[in-house]
Every structure is written in C-alpha cells, then in structure tokens.
C-alpha cells in the first residue's frame, strides 16, 4: 500500500519534497534586500577596514545561518517521517542547502544591481522593491522548474538521478555565483555611494 491508498505515492512526495523546501527557501530570501537595507548608513558599513567581498560573505553567511537549521531539521523530520531510500534521503539535505546558497548568493547579486537607498521606511526595501521581486521569482522558478520537469518526464529511480542531476547543476551555479561575488560583487558594492 501507499500513502492515502495510493501505490507508489511515497516515493513521489520523497521525490518533491527537497523541491518543496526549496520553494519555501526562495520566500525568505534576506540577501535581496540587505544591501538595500543599510540605507544612508552605507557608508559605515564601507569605512569598516574590511573588503567589500568580505562584507558580501557576512551578508551571505547570516543568511545561511538562519535558513540553515530550519532546513536541516526539517529535512530531518521528513526522512523520519516518510523513511525514503537511503539515495532519496541524501536529497532530501543536500538539495535545499544547495539551492539556500544559491537563493542567498543571487538574491546579493540582485540586490546590487537593483540597490534602494532612499526609502523613509524599512517596507519598502524588503517587501516593495524590484529586487525582492526579482529574487523571490527567480527563486520559484529555479526549484519548480526542475520539480515540475522531473514530475513529468520521469518515473522511479530515473526521477532520484534526475535529482542529482540537479543538484550537480546547482553546485556548478553555487561555484559561478560565489565567484561572480567575489569580483563583480565586490566591486561594485565598493561603487555604491
């Protein structure tokens, strides 16, 4: 028997569900807006006697250390829960950590090509400007893109190497974008005024 009487359910939703965290990873993405958020106060974060890359990796691990854990235990609770194949389980912790760096290191890159300095009112950078937006779709269709794709076109186990066909892909994205950060990223964060 499946799940709800259903043959074959269980490995469906152990299939997506790595997918679904990601989804809900994409809705909180605070890198798109933290750039933003200094505001007139940019200028102390540049006189720190720091590189602007090395400010960009504090935005970006203050952003993995509160996704992080929730992910994680989440993940956590699902393969106890659902108690997948040993492959699927690994899915189900590797590809929302991939997919929250990725999440994370585009919602930066974003964020400085799209910066609001001049907002009266925290609002306005975190929940009305072009680069939440940006972010939070690009978010969405990166992990349902993929979960959609894999729904439709695979079945069984070919479905759980589709998965890791994406998660391969995201690795190579999490490289370029870090990457992409750390020289681009770098500079012009040390251009904004």
């Known amino acids: 028997d499946g799940v709800l009487g259903i043959p074959g359910a269980a490995a469906v939703i152990a ?38 890359g090395a400010v960009l990796t504090a935005k970006l691990r203050a952003s993995c250390l509160l996704q992080g854990p929730a992910t994680l235990v989440s993940a956590l609770l699902f393969v106890i829960s659902l108690r997948p194949a040993p492959g699927r389980a690994v899915l189900f912790f ?24 001049t907002w009266t009112n925290e609002t306005t950078p975190v929940k009305q400007s072009p680069a939440m937006l940006l972010a939070l779709l690009a978010g969405m269709a990166c992990a349902g893109i993929p979960m959609a794709l894999l729904l439709i076109f695979l079945q069984g186990e070919s479905r759980m190497w589709g998965s890791y066909g994406v998660l ?7 490289g370029v974008l870090l990457r992409l950060l750390r020289t681009r990223g770098a500079k012009r964060f040390a251009q904004l005024s």
Not at 168 to 174: F, G, K
């Open 168 to 174: 391969a892909l995201l690795t190579a994205a999490d």
């Open 15 to 52: 299939d997506i569900l790595p997918f679904v965290l990601a989804l809900f990873l994409s809705l909180g993405c605070i890198t798109a807006c933290s750039i933003s958020l200094e505001g007139r106060q940019l200028w102390l974060v540049r006189s720190l006697p720091v590189t602007a």
């Open 94 to 117: 590797l590809l929302p950590m991939a997919y929250m760096l990725l999440f994370a290191s585009l919602g930066l890159l974003i964020n400085l090509a799209f910066p609001n300095f």
